[in-house]
């Protein structure tokens, strides 16, 4: 319901900004969220984008900006005068602000920082300290923040002096003299009090925080396991630094899945804030092209071991009937089971101490499914095939090609499954993102030990050196 | 820092339990958060499990209990007599009393609700009405909620009484005199103003809401997209009925990442809540065997064509360098544009107007990946093949066998592509769910296409008929 509304809102803008019509533009921009309004943006052409931006001014375009995907930022920037700059640069959040300093090149950083206040450039410079993927580097420092000596009454007057200066208020920290945290309040604690409480007794302990040099993925996992809305950050001395948010919580876990996903379909680099439909054709080339390249590399391997066994397949070419199955099932089972084990990795539900554990849950689960699936080709080679030899034209002892089959094909699923699930874990231990085992990669790899089982398994029980 | 606290109070826990020590099991458990206390829950064996909530009673078992994954409720309640857990089931919050009751078979919700008060028994029933996995079957009705009419003294008194039965004053929704959602507003707006302004003037129209009836996933973006804390929760009638929070959404997505992660690897089945190391051997299989033999009896139709095609290979045995190349090829591609497809598509990216404007970039991405694993072999085959000519003891005309690889590879990688970004596609116009187009299907059904594309165009070109 509220999406269309949003829709109906969106084509008068889209009406308003095909006329070039500014008013209209303006009056349909003010209606909608600043994120539909940076949804339209990413869909317009450079003339409409220097148009919409010209028409909202700096204090509308500034939540559109914040909201805009990292390599539309700079460009969105170069629509505005100096002056227009200061206040759009100035109205934005400190998060935001950061956000913005660490994707524009150099030139621009120097020549943005000028035009801020001399409170707001050292802010900004504090926060830029932060790696971007680290709690640091997405805190927010506007958060409520009280000292431990305050009663209810000056509290809330020093909250509301900050009012403008505080994005939330979903938990109020509260610091000793020296800046360390030491516990956490809530406005219902300090609305529901009478003046005179100290805030001391109305505090719990800050039993959840983060240090700034954290990974975001640490700060957004600990935010969701306690359910809390902000996770405060400290520093090694344990002051208060600022807050991760639920929201950027939302938002890592999203990237990080994005990621993982496109890691294990083999696609290169980071991924982009960009969404599908506005990634270039070149871009999303260039993100494919080194992994499919490497990866024929590899295959030429499983050409080569079949090559060389060229004897046995010439010698029963009914063999090819169940290559192709005997080696996919490999790179199946075997994306199967490191699927689940970096899944769980990113969840963080695997420690290195549960090593041996995953490797007896895997060699079972790997036994039974290769098991069921060599039972299975066995019944259909034994049962079935006989009754299509017509159409095959082999004349086959089936009895001894489905012994083999099945075999190579026990062997296969039940090694892969194994691999599948140790790769992830031995990428981490030598400090590699498991999501690096893509399953391309892997099946690659089990591709050319299916060929060597296949082949040598065959060649053993039907007699064919 | 708060994980090594964590781990030591763990620790200690754990100690508690296996020397039986009750009291130190107590205070060990107190300490902990219920998040830690229900991992560490999991990890026990029966009798364990029977001890520690012995121990710790209803009271603080009801949060373990509400955090534990859906198939150890129902034994855990078990260890309770009625008294208990009368208590216990009162005390839990309604979405996670609803969570109780849809996971527990039918005789036992019937007893478990014959223990529960009246109000508690007509709350749980119209939460009930919900599927799981829509907005309503997921919502609290634990919100701060305030008449149109009251005025801001009013509204605190009315917050305050209702504390006990609130979980979350992140955002308060003003509703009018038929209970419909009129507007919101926040504690600090409340707290910061005097007593007699009227609850009219400092609210805001609630824009952002979603129907009861409405996907969970579509709820979670929602709540992504428009970084609020809160989303409200209304029937057709704009009634108020309950809200869902950030953790939920926190939740949701990462639920449903999981879910499409799996999929994309052909694991079946409902997502379990449990983590992987306490899921069973026997479950992790059955997850993964229908898929494996489904995706077997395809791979033997390649096969099959590869039979089909022995005269061929039997002329040029050198095709089979190159033969497991281009069939993976076709898998490793098609697996990365379906892959981008499906995500951009849980992600809310697309539509189904942009299905030309997907055919366009996957065709033009295609090509030029086509095209460049193509010139790459080519070069691979005509510069570097014939010195090592020895080992592979060919005697071939490597100029056109390289004319023949290259073409193969770029139609194979070229169609891939773009069956990839369309499958998923398809499957939604259907609806079906797009990840069920996990990459090991797509890549069995473009090995059986690479096959026929690698043997027609050899034969073609190397005139092997």
């Keep these: 319901m509220a999406e269309e509304q949003d829709i109906n809102q969106t084509a ?122 680290t709690a640091g580097g997405r805190m927010t420092t506007r958060m409520g923040r009280l000292r ?25 920290f509260v610091i000793d003299e020296e800046g360390r945290l030491v516990g956490k309040t809530r406005l219902r604690d300090l609305a529901f009090n009478t003046w ?53 919580a939302l938002e890592i876990v999203e990237e990080e899945s994005t990621e993982d996903i496109e890691k294990l379909a083999a696609i290169a680099g980071e991924q982009t804030e960009m969404s599908y439909l506005n990634t270039s054709s070149t871009l999303h080339y260039k993100r494919r092209v080194v992994w499919l390249i490497g990866l024929a590399f590899v295959n030429i391997i499983s050409g080569y071991v079949m090559f060389r066994f060229s004897s046995v397949l010439e010698r029963a070419f009914v063999l090819s009937l169940f290559l192709p199955m005997v080696v996919a099932a490999g790179g199946n089972s075997g994306g199967q089971a490191s699927t689940m084990v970096i899944r769980a990795m990113a969840l963080g539900e695997i420690s290195p101490g549960n090593i041996l554990r995953i490797m007896i849950k895997e060699a079972r689960a790997g036994l039974f499914l290769g098991l069921s699936l060599g039972i299975t080709i066995a019944v259909f080679i034994t049962l079935i095939l006989p009754s299509m030899q017509p159409s095959t034209g082999a004349h086959f002892d089936f009895f001894h090609l489905a012994i083999a089959v099945s075999t190579a094909l026990t062997v296969q699923v039940f090694s892969s499954t194994v691999l599948g699930a140790m790769l992830p874990l031995f990428a981490r231990s030598i400090r590699l993102d ?21 082949f040598t398994i065959a060649a053993a029980i039907l007699q064919l050196h």
């Design 12 to 133: 008068e803008l889209m009406l308003a900004l095909d006329a070039a019509d500014g008013s209209a533009a303006l009056a349909a921009a003010k209606e909608l969220h600043y994120a539909d309004l940076a949804a339209v943006y990413e869909d317009l052409n450079d003339e409409q984008r220097d148009f919409l931006l010209k028409t909202i001014g700096p204090e509308l375009a500034t939540d559109l900006i914040a909201d805009l995907p990292e390599n539309l930022i700079e460009g969105a920037l170069d629509h505005f005068k100096p002056a227009q700059l200061r206040v759009l640069l100035t109205n934005l959040s400190d998060d935001d602000r950061v956000d913005v300093f660490q994707v524009v090149d150099k030139k621009d950083q120097a020549r943005y920082f000028s035009l801020l206040g001399p409170r707001d450039q050292e802010l900004t410079r504090n926060l830029l300290k932060y790696e971007e993927d």
């Design 196 to 248: 005179d409480t100290p805030i001391r007794d109305i505090m719990n302990e800050a039993d959840e925080f983060i240090l700034a040099t954290a990974d975001q993925e640490e700060a957004a996992r600990q935010l969701a396991k306690y359910d809390i809305p902000l996770l405060p950050v400290v520093d090694e001395f344990h002051h208060l630094l600022g807050v991760l948010t639920y929201d950027d």
């Design 434 to 454: 498991p999501a690096v085992v893509s399953s391309p990669s892997l099946a690659s790899i089990v591709d050319v030990t299916g060929m060597l089982i296949y």
């Design 148 to 172: 431990v000596d305050m009663t209810v009454k000056q509290a809330i007057e020093a909250l509301r002096r900050a009012e403008d200066d505080t994005e939330t208020l979903a938990r109020i």
